[in-house]
């Protein structure tokens, strides 16, 4: 069970850090505790495998990735773990993640590439194929974003 600094530490760091010397201090004082009990709080979270990971949120298109590919695969379960690690390895990838497959859509691992174009989408894609010994997949292009929001799993309350 969350206390509810728990709680307010992850309603904290859920989304836009501070930019400035100290970004927990700031984030310590709009809740209420020091920026050291900020701290051992994250590090309990993540001890504990509340928090997975820290990691930046980039918007690809303003960063030059015009081009993005949920490709889905199709690998024999012994090799998904194997094949996962190669996938996630690419640098085009930001997301590698595992799904149970149906009758009418035999994919069980999926990725997200991106790129500049279309055709290197493509191309990673074949190198990706390559490098796992995979014939069968599919590129399913992005047509327009339709939300991209970080889930927000404990609301931020300045009452509290």
């Not at 690809?60 to 081009?67: C, L, M, V």
Request: charged fraction near 30%.
């Amino acid at each position: 069970m969350l206390t509810d600094v728990d709680k307010k530490v992850v309603a904290a760091i859920q989304g836009d850090i501070p930019i400035s010397q100290r970004p927990y201090k700031e984030l310590a004082e709009s809740i209420g505790i020091s920026e050291a009990q900020f701290l051992e709080a994250v590090r309990k979270l993540h001890d504990q495998g509340v928090i997975r990971r820290f990691g930046a949120t980039i918007r690809h298109q303003k960063s030059g990735f015009s081009a993005n590919a949920m490709v889905a695969w199709k690998v024999d379960e012994a090799r998904v773990h194997e094949a996962g690690k190669i996938f996630a390895g690419f640098k085009g990838v930001s997301h590698c993640y595992r799904r149970n497959p149906v009758s009418t859509w035999p994919y069980n691992l999926y990725t997200m590439i991106h790129a500049q174009a279309q055709e290197e989408c493509v191309e990673m894609a074949r190198e990706m194929a390559h490098a796992v010994g995979v014939e069968d997949y599919n590129l399913l292009f992005s047509k327009r974003e339709l939300k991209k929001t970080s889930m927000e799993y404990f609301p931020f309350d300045d009452d509290d």
